[in-house]
């Protein structure tokens, strides 16, 4: 058995398009253990997504999968074939999307959704599947499971909808879960519970979960590392109260100092990253957060810097870490 | 099931079906001419096919209300001696029969070929693309006149060429749709899922296509009744010893001067009642599913 779950090693996926290449995801690197939950954080279009569906090995074209390695359970997923792959979906790793009104078949009863993943990967009879599927319902809070098997999803309310998925997601126990900001769309009432939801129901299946996120009090609420994304790279990584309390990398400092506070000394006005997002076909030369960074020099404008050990546990890209006890390398 | 059927006569669908006089003509013309060419064997005065069963002297009869007309032939008859009114229902059993089997076929083939190119694209995409758009810059009529020509006659031989002219309008439709529908997160959950292509296409993207493909399908029995109607008539069409509407148009073509009017005009009247009533049904069903004209 390996040690990890998941082992993500330089993973690259690039889109190659008519304007020129876009590396979405570029030299990405994280761990995951069993039942660990994993936020990856990042502004729109920062490769989040696109790391989801690369572990997964469902990248359409123009896009491909460049290089790198995604150890699961000890096996490369990238050197595995279509066939193998179909049976790792659903089965071992299962993913849960951002919107539901989108993610389920329009024309297909919720039941019969659900049925699709056990008639698929489960040996059960009609008979059990139906029990499975009721006994599903009612763990993700669906009440009269009996009565609403037959509805379709239109029927449903967004909040109920993301539980249908949620109970697709986990309907053969899948180690990994991926869930795709599956509370972006909902109401701000509903996305708690939800969260709470999967919170308890992948620690009752044992699953590990990685969270794709724009929204750090989400990250903040459950899970137990994170992993902040710019421009395809990950930044900074580390135990979720450390990274939050303390962040290392100039970026995370900023998502963080751009949330409204509710207690507290109000600001007059609410801190924000200057700048926007470079676009993907021409990034900077050196770090791609420099060019909006108020600590960067000379330096980080013409390299790249690589993750390092920056504290027990806490890693980031930075040459100017912010938080250190040291403050070091003069740049202020 | 009682409790679908009493879902479809509460839908919005039917609810529009019966404020849409156009609509409802249309579905009675069309079930009119379904029982007609079902049932009316049984019941008209002769069997034009039974050669045996004419009479040469009751040739060139006039419709009963004309001067020398017989109350055995309702519409007259023609050179043969031959029931107008028979062959007209039987005659229309061919048309419409051409017309669904043709529909059914272009539809099932063009169908499959647009989900197949729509949803692996690329090389297979290109391919079959470019091959439709060859074909459509033939007029079809052309290419079903050039088949038949080349083939000759025959019931099987006309129903091949017209759903070699008839898929391409099927696989272009399917194909756009599925581009479309494709990109949808559901595709990508049943993907997921581990569900292989064929699953995900059959199960998931051709059910949500489905309703341009059923108005295309209601117009295009029209459509290929009238070619049908047409090669029959230039001579490359059914076999003359079982005349479709198009050939008994033709035939009664051929004495139109000498004052035998009904034999070309009952006919051509049917033709275009029938063609009228799907195209009602056909724009009705467009209208409907178009959301863009709600």
Same mark, same amino acid.
């Given at each position: 058995?390996?040690?990890?779950l998941?082992?993500?090693?330089?993973?690259?996926?690039?889109?190659?398009?008519?304007?020129?290449?876009?590396?979405?995801?570029?030299?990405?690197?994280?761990?995951?253990?069993?039942?660990?939950?994993?936020?990856?954080?990042?502004?729109?279009?920062?490769?989040?997504?696109?790391?989801?569906?690369?572990?997964l090995?469902?990248?359409?074209?123009?896009?491909?999968?460049?290089?790198?390695?995604?150890?699961f359970?000890?096996?490369?997923?990238?050197?595995?074939?279509?066939?193998?792959?179909?049976?790792i979906r659903g089965k071992e790793i299962s993913m849960i999307?951002?919107?539901?009104?989108?993610?389920?078949?329009?024309?297909?009863?919720?039941?019969?959704?659900?049925?699709?993943m056990?008639?698929?990967h489960?040996?059960?009879?009609?008979?059990?599947?139906?029990?499975?599927?009721?006994?599903?319902?009612?763990?993700?809070?669906?009440?009269?499971?009996?009565?609403?098997?037959?509805?379709?999803?239109?029927?449903?309310?967004?909040?109920?909808?993301?539980?249908?998925?949620?109970?697709i997601a986990l309907a053969v126990n899948p180690r990994l879960i991926i869930?795709?900001?599956?509370?972006?769309?909902?109401?701000?009432?509903?996305?708690?519970?939800?969260?709470?939801?999967?919170?308890?129901l992948v620690?009752?299946f044992g699953s590990a979960l990685?969270?794709?996120?724009?929204?750090?009090?989400?990250?903040?609420?459950?899970?137990?590392?994170?992993?902040?994304?710019?421009?395809?790279?990950?930044?900074?990584?580390?135990?979720?109260?450390?990274?939050?309390?303390?962040?290392?990398?100039?970026?995370?400092?900023?998502?963080?100092?751009?949330?409204?506070?509710?207690?507290?000394?109000?600001?007059?006005?609410?801190?924000?990253?200057?700048?926007?997002?470079?676009?993907?076909?021409?990034?900077?030369?050196?770090?791609?957060?420099?060019?909006?960074?108020?600590?960067?020099?000379?330096?980080?404008?013409?390299?790249?810097?690589?993750?390092?050990?920056?504290?027990?546990?806490?890693?980031?890209?930075?040459?100017?870490?912010?938080?250190?006890?040291?403050?070091?390398?003069?740049?202020? | 099931?009682?409790?679908?059927?009493?879902?479809?006569?509460?839908?919005?669908?039917?609810?529009?079906?019966?404020?849409?006089?156009?609509?409802?003509?249309?579905?009675?013309?069309?079930?009119?001419?379904?029982?007609?060419?079902?049932?009316?064997?049984?019941?008209?005065?002769?069997?034009?096919?039974?050669?045996?069963?004419?009479?040469?002297?009751?040739?060139?009869?006039?419709?009963?209300?004309?001067?020398?007309?017989?109350?055995?032939?309702?519409?007259?008859?023609?050179?043969?001696?031959?029931?107008?009114?028979?062959?007209?229902?039987?005659?229309?059993?061919?048309?419409?029969?051409?017309?669904?089997?043709?529909?059914?076929?272009?539809?099932?083939?063009?169908?499959?070929?647009?989900?197949?190119?729509?949803?692996?694209?690329?090389?297979?995409?290109?391919?079959?693309?470019?091959?439709?758009?060859?074909?459509?810059?033939? $007029?079809?009529? +052309?290419?079903? &006149?050039?088949?038949? #020509?080349?083939?000759?006659? *025959?019931?099987?031989? !006309?129903?091949? =060429?017209?759903?070699?002219?008839?898929?391409?309008?099927?696989?272009?439709?399917?194909?756009?749709?599925?581009?479309?529908?494709?990109?949808?997160?559901?595709?990508?959950?049943?993907?997921l899922i581990g569900?292989?292509?064929?699953?995900?296409?059959?199960?998931?993207?051709? $059910?949500?296509? +489905?309703?341009? &493909?059923?108005?295309? #399908?209601?117009?295009?029995? *029209?459509?290929?009744? !009238?070619?049908? =109607?047409?090669?029959?008539?230039?001579?490359?069409?059914?076999?003359?010893?079982?005349?479709?509407?198009?050939?008994?148009?033709?035939?009664?073509?051929?004495?139109?001067?000498?004052?035998?009017?009904?034999?070309?005009?009952?006919?051509?009247?049917?033709?275009?009642?029938?063609?009228?009533?799907?195209?009602? &049904?056909?724009?009705?069903?467009?209208?409907?599913?178009?959301?863009?004209?709600?």
């Amino acid at each position: 058995m390996a040690e990890y779950l998941l082992e993500v090693k330089n993973l690259k996926t690039c889109f190659e398009l008519f304007r020129g290449t876009v590396k979405a995801v570029d030299g990405v690197d994280f761990t995951l253990k069993e039942g660990e939950i994993l936020g990856i954080v990042g502004e729109s279009g920062g490769g989040k997504s696109v790391t989801g569906f690369s572990l997964l090995g469902l990248i359409d074209l123009p896009g491909r999968i460049s290089g790198g390695e995604v150890f699961f359970r000890g096996e490369d997923l990238l050197k595995k074939s279509e066939e193998e792959m179909r049976r790792i979906r659903g089965k071992e790793i299962s993913m849960i999307f951002q919107d539901p009104m989108t993610s389920l078949n329009p024309l297909q009863t919720i039941g019969s959704q659900i049925d699709e993943m056990l008639a698929l990967h489960t040996d059960l009879s009609s008979a059990e599947r139906k029990q499975r599927i009721l006994d599903l319902l009612t763990e993700v809070g669906i009440p009269n499971p009996a009565d609403r098997i037959n509805n379709y999803p239109h029927q449903f309310s967004g909040g109920m909808r993301q539980r249908v998925v949620i109970a697709i997601a986990l309907a053969v126990n899948p180690r990994l879960i991926i869930a795709d900001e599956p509370t972006t769309a909902l109401d701000v009432t509903v996305q708690a519970q939800i969260l709470k939801l999967m919170e308890n129901l992948v620690h009752k299946f044992g699953s590990a979960l990685i969270l794709i996120t724009h929204d750090l009090a989400v990250v903040s609420e459950m899970t137990h590392r994170v992993a902040v994304m710019y421009c395809g790279k990950i930044v900074e990584e580390g135990p979720t109260k450390d990274l939050i309390a303390n962040p290392h990398h100039p970026y995370t400092k900023g998502l963080l100092e751009s949330i409204p506070k509710m207690a507290g000394a109000r600001t007059p006005r609410l801190p924000q990253i200057s700048g926007m997002v470079p676009s993907l076909f021409d990034l900077p030369k050196g770090c791609s957060f420099a060019p909006r960074c108020s600590r960067a020099t000379e330096r980080c404008l013409q390299d790249v810097p690589e993750m390092r050990l920056l504290s027990p546990g806490r890693k980031a890209a930075c040459y100017h870490p912010a938080g250190m006890a040291e403050e070091g390398e003069g740049h202020e | 099931m009682k409790n679908r059927l009493g879902n479809f006569f509460r839908s919005e669908l039917f609810h529009n079906f019966l404020r849409n006089p156009g609509a409802v003509i249309g579905l009675v013309i069309v079930i009119f001419f379904l029982v007609m060419v079902l049932i009316g064997p049984f019941f008209t005065p002769q069997n034009p096919y039974d050669i045996g069963g004419l009479d040469l002297m009751d040739a060139y009869k006039p419709p009963m209300w004309m001067d020398g007309g017989e109350r055995a032939f309702p519409l007259g008859t023609d050179e043969q001696g031959r029931d107008l009114l028979s062959a007209m229902v039987y005659g229309s059993r061919i048309s419409m029969g051409i017309g669904l089997i043709v529909v059914l076929l272009s539809c099932v083939i063009g169908t499959f070929l647009g989900l197949v190119a729509g949803y692996f694209g690329g090389r297979l995409d290109s391919l079959l693309m470019r091959l439709v758009d060859v074909q459509l810059s033939f $007029p079809a009529m +052309l290419v079903a &006149l050039f088949i038949m #020509a080349a083939f000759g006659r *025959g019931f099987g031989k !006309l129903v091949f =060429a017209l759903t070699i002219v008839g898929w391409v309008l099927y696989a272009r439709t399917v194909r756009s749709s599925v581009l479309v529908e494709k990109k949808k997160e559901y595709i990508d959950a049943a993907k997921l899922i581990g569900l292989s292509p064929f699953p995900v296409i059959f199960r998931h993207v051709l $059910p949500n296509i +489905l309703t341009p &493909l059923i108005v295309i #399908a209601t117009i295009q029995v *029209g459509t290929v009744i !009238l070619t049908e =109607a047409t090669l029959s008539y230039l001579g490359v069409g059914v076999p003359v010893t079982k005349p479709s509407l198009g050939l008994l148009v033709k035939n009664g073509y051929d004495v139109l001067f000498s004052g035998l009017w009904w034999s070309s005009v009952f006919p051509g009247m049917f033709i275009m009642l029938l063609v009228f009533g799907i195209n009602l &049904l056909g724009d009705f069903l467009r209208d409907e599913f178009n959301p863009r004209l709600k």
